[in-house]
Every structure is written in C-alpha cells, then in structure tokens.
C-alpha cells in the first residue's frame, strides 16, 4: 500500500528533506511590501529574515486555497497512492487546516487531515514519522491513528529574544513590550495541543536555556526516547550548547533543525528559537527504530 504525505509550508521542512521522503508541500502566502510570494517557495527564509528587521510593518500571510490542497491531493492519487495524509498548521493559529478539509472532502479518493496543534518542526516531526511509517506498507487509517496519538504528547518551547514582533502583530501589547524591553524579561511560551501560553519568564537572554531545559525536564523524565528538533530565526551556532544537553540527558532517536519561514519568523522576530519535543512509548521508540532500518 501506497500512502502520500501531505504538508503545508509551516512545517518549516527544507527542500532536500522533502525530496528524500517524498513529501508534498503546498505553501500559504506571504504578502510583503505590495509583493505576494509563496512561502518557502519564492521567498526565501534566510533572505526575509534578513530584511525583517527593516521592516515597518508585519508582513500578512494567508492560507493556501482549497483548490491549492485539492491539486496536491490529485497529483498525489493520480501517481499512484492509495490514499494521502495532510498534516497542518494548529487550527488555532490559522485557517490552513480547514481550507485542507474542504479540499479533501471534493477529492476522488480517501485523504485524511490532521490539525498537528503544532507548528514548524513540531508539524515536521509528525510528518518525518509518518513519513518512516508510511514506507512500512501502513494503511491510510493505521497512520492516521498513529499521528493522532502522537500529536497529543507533543509540544513546543520556545523563545522570542525581542518582543517588538509579538507587539506588531497584536500577539502582545505595546505596554507589555515597554515593560518586558526595560526589565530585560524574556518569556518562554509553550505551544500545546493547538494553544499558546506564557509558560515562565526569565530576566536576560543567558537565562533561557537553562529554562527551556528545565520546562523539558518537568514534561518528560531525562533518558525517555523522543523525537526533537530546534527552529531558529537566526544563527544555528548559538544553540550548540543547548542541543549538546537534550542529546546528552534524553534519548534522542531523531533530530530536525532548521529555519523558521517567514509565516512564524515574521511574529517571533529574528534570533528567536524553539525546542521541540515529541516522546516515544518504547514500542514506537522500536518502531521508529525499524523504520530507519
């Protein structure tokens, strides 16, 4: 049995790693100084970071179109799969899972969508799994219910250094940035189950590691097998020491790192990063573990 694997631009997955597990990605809309690009597409993470800091205004983003996901799902059908699994951006933070269910609902063949309740490499570790998983012969409803499971442990920490771009784009208010840039507060957010909230501050950026370590630890017990990964909107040397320690204290079976896209990069600002971590039963620990084999 044949399943595709589906995503949207969010998922934050570069090109090659698409290509190497054959995964589709239908990208959402930036619009951008009068210009519309596709996410990942036409506009490039690096260079948009690079420019976001000139920037007067927050850049507005759009889902991709019902006909958008339905062309993805036909190309996926007509080349040959049983049925495809669209996994997507947190219902909560955008309407990119909805326009996926109305595409799969006029799609001539069986689709399943999940919301991840997640986004960037948290999507993309639901899809790396699925990805593994699929190339085992597993049938469309089989993986589907693997992915449901799992999305319910997963979760994403993460750390905006400057909250000028939460303030932008209405995410905080301007009084909330004025008091938190003077007290040098940083906050560590937690995205989980489809839902954002503050979980602690820290004052000065050399404080955020050794939070972000600590909130890991309050959820999953050191030496538990997990899948992790580290989005950045800035330099990924900076975060050595961090990825260094959740290798060290937790059994990692796989790693994702990459650029957040424009999408989220435009909220979070630039040198903000996210710790992201999806714990394996030992059962799936093996199972993942056969399907690197």
């Known amino acids: 049995m044949t ?43 690096v260079e948009f970071l690079q420019r976001l800091p000139s920037m007067r205004e927050v850049p507005h983003t759009a889902a991709p179109s019902p006909g958008a996901f339905r062309a993805a799902y036909d190309e996926c059908l007509a080349s ?55 190339r085992q012969g597993l049938s469309l409803e089989a993986l589907a219910h693997e992915v449901e499971q799992l999305k319910t442990r997963l979760f994403v920490l993460t750390a905006p250094v400057t909250l000028e771009y939460l303030a932008r784009g209405g995410r905080i208010g301007q009084a ?8 040098d507060m940083k906050p560590i957010l937690l995205l989980e189950k489809g839902s954002v909230r503050p979980e602690r501050k820290v004052r000065g950026e050399r404080q955020i590691v050794p939070a972000l370590l600590s909130s890991l630890k309050e959820r999953v017990p050191e030496g538990t097998p997990m899948l992790a ?4 909107s ?39 990063y996210g710790l992201i971590a999806l714990p394996l039963t030992a059962d799936e620990a093996q199972r993942w573990k056969e399907g690197l084999s």
Do not use: C
Not at 27 to 35: K, N
Not at 82 to 101: K, P
Not at 106 to 116: Q, T
Not at 176 to 183: D, E, F, K
């Open 229 to 232: 990964a580290l989005g950045h």
């Open 3 to 45: 399943i595709r694997i589906v995503t949207d631009s969010t998922a934050d997955l570069d090109a090659a790693f698409l290509s190497a597990h054959a995964v589709t990605m239908v990208p959402l809309t930036v619009e951008w100084e009068g210009e519309t690009y596709q996410d990942r597409v036409d506009l490039d993470p």
């Open 80 to 134: 040959g799969a049983d049925g495809v699994l669209s996994i997507h951006l947190a219902g909560g933070l955008s309407a990119t899972v909805r326009s996926a269910e109305a595409a799969a609902r006029l799609v001539d063949g069986p689709v399943h969508v999940v919301d991840a309740g997640s986004a960037s490499l948290g999507i993309g570790l639901l899809v790396w799994w699925a990805a593994l998983r699929a």
């Open 234 to 272: 800035g330099d990924p040397g900076q975060h050595e020491a961090l990825v260094q320690e959740v290798r060290q204290r937790w059994q990692v079976l796989g790693w994702l790192d990459g650029v957040i896209g424009p999408v989220i990069s435009s909220h979070a600002g630039p040198g903000a």
């Open 176 to 183: 909330a940035r004025l008091v938190g840039t003077i007290l």
